[in-house]
């Protein structure tokens, strides 16, 4: 069975930093792109940032403070965020993407509040 697990999620004053972590129990975990998405109270869940083939792309809302990675070797991905902001407050999944249906974590909350 498929597990992703996400940790780093915390309380965090705005301006500050988080760094968020996911741990893949996937075979192959280097073939799947992979993205991090947020969903705040009463929102839809929305693409913050994705890997597809070593290329990164942002959400406009995230560019320039939050950074998108991953280390296959340890089937690992990580999202950085930087100059956090009260509207970032969201819980934050991890994702493999593939066709059909992607590989969720159970996400981490995530708040900006002084």
């Known amino acids: 069975q498929v597990q992703l697990a996400e940790s780093g999620g915390g309380l965090v004053q705005p301006g500050g930093s988080l760094n968020l972590s996911c741990v893949a129990s996937?075979?192959?975990?280097?073939?799947?792109?992979v993205a991090w998405y947020r969903q705040a109270p009463g929102k839809e869940r929305e693409l913050v940032a994705r890997?597809?083939?070593?290329?990164?792309d942002y959400a406009d809302f995230v560019k320039g403070r939050f950074i998108i990675s991953r280390d296959n070797a340890k089937n690992s991905m990580y999202l950085q965020m930087t100059n956090l902001e009260p509207d970032d407050t969201a819980v934050y999944y991890c994702?493999?993407?593939?066709?059909?249906?992607?590989?969720w974590g159970r996400g981490t909350q995530v708040t900006v509040s002084s």
């Open positions: 890997e597809v083939l070593g290329k990164t």
């Open positions: 996937v075979s192959a975990f280097w073939r799947y792109p």
């Open positions: 994702a493999a993407l593939r066709t059909g249906s992607n590989y």
